[in-house]
């Protein structure tokens, strides 16, 4: 029912966008890497909803209002504009229609920022958190409390990950765990291909690393990308990119939440000469981290990463209450935000901390 650069929309080429599209599970999260048209599908998805669904309303939250500015500006409002599907409403009556909120038939769309007035405004039935790991977190739990009176309830999240652990890779690890798998036709064996070198055939590659993000500018020059391709880990024979050969397979089907693991390899479109310049790019920029999330759609803690909240406790919790004595020269360290963190202590022993929501 719509369209794309004047084709009817597809999802041929992009076939493991199929079935996240056509999945409404209640609690969704997909991890992805950049580039891969899961924005196109996902506005469509809710849109789709919206127009499918009598006086329903949603919620498309994004990081901040210049992204949702220029989103709405530039993918949201043609999309609606220029297909009949959203324009059956009767000539004589126009509907509200401006960047933060689009009427289609008798629903509403909402296109938010993520501040603490669009999280506690507006009743929905349904709500799509885009990147959710560049969102203030604690936001994203106030949009949560949006969907307490609907029937539906339906939560979707997409986004590049960031750090192990965090946002939509915590997600992740909590839910079914769906991988986009390929079956070898000649040795049966499933697998989900990964930039590692038991699926990299690399000719010209001197370098005997597990690693393939320690090779160099100049070794990466080395490979001869004219015969470099995919290969089965397990027979080696050369991956074949037919859709017929893949498809989605949860890891833990019994688990109550969905997600969806996309890697660069699961689309066609993705080229080894691509990946590897982009590694020779980002480890110029010393950008490692943007490599991992944005490239491979992986999360990454290096020596500059945020530190995991089981590190933090193991180095500063006490084993007993500590009671200072008069004379001793304590310290207090306090930062301010949505949620407050309280460290005191003296040099050497760290012996109370706490978190204290800013309410309080």
Known sequence: NTHLRKKPFSSKGFEFQKQIADDMHHDLCVIKCSQIGLTEIQLRKYLGFLKRNTAVTGIFTMPGDKMRDRISQTRVKPLIEEQAVFNQHAAYTKPVRHKGLYQIDQSFAYFTGSTESDATSIPADILFNDEIDLTDQAMLGLFQSRLQGSKYRITQAFSTPTYIGFG?????????????????????????????????????????????????????????????HLRCEKCSAPIDLDPSNWSWVATFP?????????????????????????????????????????????PFNDSNARLQETDIRAIMESPQPYTASDDEQCFIGIDVGITCHLVIGKPGLVFHWEQVPSHN
């Open 168 to 228: 939509v890779d915590g997600k992740f690890n909590v839910s079914d765990q769906h991988l986009y798998m390929y079956r070898c036709p000649k040795c049966r064996h499933y697998q989900e291909p990964d930039f590692h070198p038991r699926f990299l055939c690399l000719p010209g590659n001197t370098v005997d690393a597990e690693d393939l993000t320690l090779l160099d500018a100049d070794q990466i020059s080395k490979i001869n990308f004219d015969e470099a």
């Open 254 to 298: 019994t688990r109550r939440s969905r997600g969806y693991r996309v890697r660069p390899f699961s689309i066609p479109t993705i080229q080894l000469p691509y990946i590897f310049d982009q590694l020779t790019r980002y480890k110029a920029a010393s950008n490692l981290r943007g490599f991992y999330n944005t490239v491979l759609g992986q």
